[in-house]
């Protein structure tokens, strides 16, 4: 199976604290009529689920984060404006890739700026049943979006924060993400073999384990044949440490974009090196402190698994 598995041995979450901004960000924006577009056009039937079809930063600063990722991946900008929340749509060559949500962070608070990953289901509500009935929380409930579908954020049992879409457009298809699109996502657990039991219950997945030369477990979650995730245990050492998302965005050169990525702002929290899969990966952070990985992959890997 080419897949990957990512060690961000070094890096800090505050996973509380991204929790609390989190769900602050999304309440105001979902207080009021918001229109997002669509993640399909047009519209298909095609359903993955399981799969992270969409990706969204919470920002303090939505300014400095719409110059960074625009100097960083060239994505360019579509702003919306709802009462007191601000919301930009990324796009790459015309098509929505990401949301960038600015909250501010009241004076003598620290909060952890975050990117979420967005996993489809076919229904929220009853997602939402079997997230509870595992040990979940809900951060915030589910809620109908005109164009976009029907989404909720949890935390789960171990404090993870993530999102769940049904999306009435139909999924993004199963097709190597290009440059500047995400490509996959990691879960830090404290326990990997527990999380992705959770996981699995939620979205149906098949489990693997990962052969490991660090020490530490990975277990690989797809669907459709395809890897679609993986569960990495958190590493020992200096605390606190919290379970988080991870998500990463291709790129041809990890190491120049990590450069890149200083030289804008941002700074190196994993220092590139090289992956299971064969490319290089890296995780950094945006001038605000939100993380995200860079990862190469090459036009002949796929992430379809064997038959």
Same mark, same amino acid.
């Given at each position: ?5 990512? +060690? ?30 669509? *993640? ?71 909060? @952890? ?8 289901? +076919? ?5 939402? +049943?079997?997230? *509870? ?16 579908? +029907? @989404? ?37 657990? @404290? ?42 245990? *958190? ?73």
């Amino acid at each position: 199976m080419n897949i990957c598995c990512h +060690r961000a041995r070094h890096f800090l979450l505050h996973g509380l604290c991204v929790v609390l901004l989190y769900a602050t960000c999304v309440a105001t924006v979902m207080a009021a009529p918001f229109e997002l577009p669509p *993640l399909v056009a047009p519209a298909t039937a095609e359903h993955h689920v399981g799969k992270v079809i969409w990706v969204e930063l919470v920002t303090p600063d939505l300014a400095g984060a719409k110059q960074f990722y625009s100097g960083l991946f060239g994505w360019t900008f579509r702003d919306i404006h709802v009462g007191d929340a601000d919301y930009a749509v990324a796009l790459l060559d015309g098509r929505p890739v990401a949301g960038l949500l600015h909250r501010a962070v009241p004076p003598g608070e620290h909060r @952890q700026p975050a990117w979420r990953g967005f996993i489809a289901v +076919r229904d929220v509500d009853a997602a939402k +049943r079997i997230a *509870l009935a595992h040990g979940a929380k809900v951060v915030f409930e589910p809620r109908n979006y005109p164009q976009r579908g +029907r @989404q909720a954020v949890f935390a789960d049992p171990e404090g993870a924060v993530f999102a769940v879409l049904a999306s009435t457009s139909g999924d993004p298809a199963d097709v190597l993400a290009a440059p500047g699109e995400w490509i996959w996502s990691s879960l830090h657990a @404290q326990n990997p073999d527990t999380s992705a039991a959770f996981y699995q219950a939620l979205f149906g997945y098949d489990v693997f384990d990962l052969p490991s030369d660090d020490g530490r477990e990975h277990v690989i979650l797809s669907s459709d044949d395809y890897a679609r995730a993986s569960v990495n245990a *958190l590493p020992g050492g200096s605390s606190p440490r919290h379970p988080h998302w991870l998500n990463f965005v291709r790129v041809v050169d990890a190491a120049g974009v990590a450069a890149k990525a200083v030289a804008l702002g941002g700074r190196v929290l994993v220092e590139p090196h090289a992956d299971r899969h064969g490319g290089n990966v890296t995780v950094v952070a945006d001038p605000t402190g939100a993380p995200f990985g860079l990862m190469e992959w090459s036009d002949t890997d796929s992430k379809k698994e064997p038959k």
